[in-house]
């Protein structure tokens, strides 16, 4: 069964950490997305890539940025983590249209 | 660019009873449509899909959906509903950019 895997299910951090999360994803995808769901909002597009070192600008990039140094892993990190950064962050994969997406980390920003 | 209006924040409906989810888009070419359902403190399941032809697709767990290009709708429906398909559905429509744009979601409750 193909699979994305978020490293994290819960997270707590404290205001002006770094933040790292991690996705991997075991289907040879070449388009990975993270995502952050807030109640009322949806889902919004913070960062995507179509290929190991792309990287492009989703809706909200702002406080965001993301690497990706191999296909199968794409990181969403948090230069200076804030309370209004607290959500629900989803990654996502894909080949062609349609996504598989993980779990889900649920961060919290103290 | 494309959106998606989910009008029902919420939605209370019998076990037993039937469920409609409505779903408007907007897009200019012809879209890429999606459903996926999200159970509490999870990731989302994609439940189907519509990309060309039949207009009516089928989904798992028994949903079904029905693509209307005159009126920019993407219903989903189930006939009977389980006290399982308590859940967040998402409406989203895609682009040949492969990004999808979701609905704000429509919460489902299922009373005994």
């Known amino acids: 069964d193909v699979k994305v895997t978020q490293s994290s299910r819960y997270l707590v951090k404290r205001t002006g950490e770094k933040v790292f999360l991690e996705c991997v994803q075991d289907m040879d995808h070449e388009n990975m997305f993270w995502y952050r769901q807030d109640p009322g909002l949806g889902l919004r597009l913070i960062y995507f890539?179509?290929?190991?070192?792309?990287?492009e600008k989703g809706d909200i990039p702002e406080g965001y940025s993301v690497s990706r140094e191999k296909k199968e892993r794409f990181s969403l990190i948090l230069e200076s983590a804030s309370t209004n950064q607290t959500s629900m962050y989803l990654c996502?994969?894909?080949?062609?249209?349609?996504?598989?997406f993980g779990s889900g980390t649920r961060l919290t920003v103290v | 660019a494309q959106s998606v209006t989910q009008p029902d924040i919420h939605i209370t409906v019998s076990e037993g009873a039937s469920l409609e989810l409505r779903c408007n888009y907007s897009y200019g070419a012809t879209p890429y449509l999606f459903w996926y359902v999200q159970s509490p403190g999870q990731g989302l399941q994609l439940l189907l899909k519509?990309?060309?032809?039949?207009?009516l697709v089928q989904g798992i767990k028994g949903f079904e959906a029905e693509f209307k290009r005159s009126q920019s709708s993407f219903n989903l429906r189930k006939p009977s509903v389980h006290w399982s398909d308590a859940a967040e559905y998402f409406c989203?429509?895609?682009?040949?950019?492969?990004?999808?744009?979701f609905g704000a979601g429509t919460t489902v409750t299922v009373r005994a």
């Open positions: 996502a994969s894909s080949r062609a249209i349609g996504y598989t």
């Open positions: 890539s179509y290929d190991v070192k792309m990287k």
């Open positions: 989203a429509v895609g682009a040949s950019d492969y990004k999808l744009s």
């Open positions: 519509y990309f060309s032809g039949d207009t």
